[in-house]
Structures are given as C-alpha cells and as structure tokens.
C-alpha cells in the first residue's frame, strides 16, 4: 500500500536574471520566519494520509507522454516581458500518474479511482495554484488541476471514472500544469511547487 502514497517535487523552472540582492532578500525573509517561528505556541497540526485500494502499484510521473525519471515536471524557462496580465501564461503540460504494471498485484485496467492531492502551500486567492516562498519574488507559481480542468488540490479524495479525461482506461491519472502569473508583473526567479498524491483505485 506505501507504494499508493508518494510525494513529488513538481515543477521546477528558473529565470534568467535572478539578482543577487534578491536572493539576499530571500534569505533574510527566511530567517526571519524561522525566528519568529521559534517563538509560537507549542501546538500544530498532524495530517494522516493511506488508502484502501483494489490495486496496489508504483507510479511513473510522465510530462506529455514522457517519463520523468526524477518526478520532476519542467514547465519552461520564460522571460518576465512575456506576461502582461494575471493569470496562466506560457505552455501548459500533460502530466500523467501511470501504474507500473510490473509493480501492480492488479494490474487497474477499467476501474475507477479516487485521488487526493496534497499540497502544503497555494496562492490564497486561487487554491489552484501552487506556490512556494519564491513566489513572493516572482509573483507567479503553478496552476495544476485535473485533465479536466476541476480542481483537485486539498479537495480530499475526488472521484474519477475509467475512461474519463482525468483517468484513462489503462488507470492513468492526468493532470495540466501551467505557469500562472499571480499579477500583471512578474520578476525573474524561480516557479515551483510540490503536491503529495494518493490514489485508490476502485
């Protein structure tokens, strides 16, 4: 079953021309949080995550078709003057969730799933978008929804159907990312984002 739940670092592109002064800004802001973070309450918040499946397999990340051997999913390097709105911008990626089905005790042909994606920090306005501390640099981070375009991100465990755009016969679980300015103007630095994913299948 551990082979249903996995984390994966998605989404990484960086930007010519980051400077050192904003890396340094960076850093301070860091340091500070750490700080002040030191200095809070002693209670938090624990998440547990599994799955009861039909089908117990390990998954390949794939980028338009294309395993990914690291999990990670390129999504462009891209010049601030190329953005003059809010919103999605650039080349957006099929990124798929494949069973391995050497990995599989069944292998999930035809059966309808559950996903539930994770992600620890989105943008408040639009919790399609993933965002990460960079992002208060850049002003842009990752829009990632289903196939469909619903969204997915910590909406618990959303219902798919076999043979659908967000799971396909075979027990694919597809997904499109695409950069996202959260303003008129971004700046150069680095676009990222990471989700957690479980799936059940049916």
């Known amino acids: 079953m551990a082979a249903l739940n996995k984390t994966i670092q998605m989404f990484q592109t960086i930007t010519k021309g980051i400077s050192m002064y904003k890396q340094i800004i960076l850093a301070a802001a860091i340091s500070a949080g750490v700080i002040a973070g030191s200095a809070s309450a002693n209670t938090g918040v624990i998440n547990f995550t599994g799955a009861i499946s039909s089908s117990?397999?390990?998954?390949?990340?794939?980028?338009?078709?294309?395993?990914?051997?690291?999990?990670?999913?390129?999504?462009?390097?891209?010049?601030?003057?190329?953005?003059?709105n809010a919103g999605v911008f650039g080349t957006a990626k099929n990124v798929s969730l494949i069973p391995d089905p050497a990995s599989c005790d069944v292998v999930p042909a035809a059966a309808d799933a559950s996903v539930s994606i994770i992600a620890n920090q989105t943008d408040a306005s639009?919790?399609?978008?993933?965002?990460?501390?960079?992002?208060?640099?850049?002003?842009?981070?990752?829009?990632?929804?289903?196939?469909s375009g619903a969204s997915v991100?910590?909406?618990?465990?959303?219902?798919?159907?076999?043979?659908?755009?967000?799971?396909?016969?075979?027990?694919?679980?597809?997904?499109?990312?695409?950069?996202y300015a959260l303003s008129s103007s971004v700046s150069a630095g680095v676009i990222g984002g990471a989700v957690s994913y479980t799936v059940a299948y049916l």
């Open 56 to 84: 117990s397999c390990d998954f390949n990340v794939a980028v338009d078709g294309v395993v990914s051997p690291t999990g990670v999913v390129d999504i462009g390097t891209y010049k601030a003057s190329d953005v003059t």
């Open 126 to 147: 639009n919790t399609d978008v993933l965002t990460t501390a960079d992002s208060v640099l850049t002003n842009a981070g990752v829009q990632f929804t289903l196939a």
């Open 153 to 179: 991100i910590n909406r618990g465990g959303v219902q798919l159907s076999s043979g659908s755009a967000d799971l396909d016969a075979s027990g694919a679980v597809n997904f499109i990312a695409q950069p």
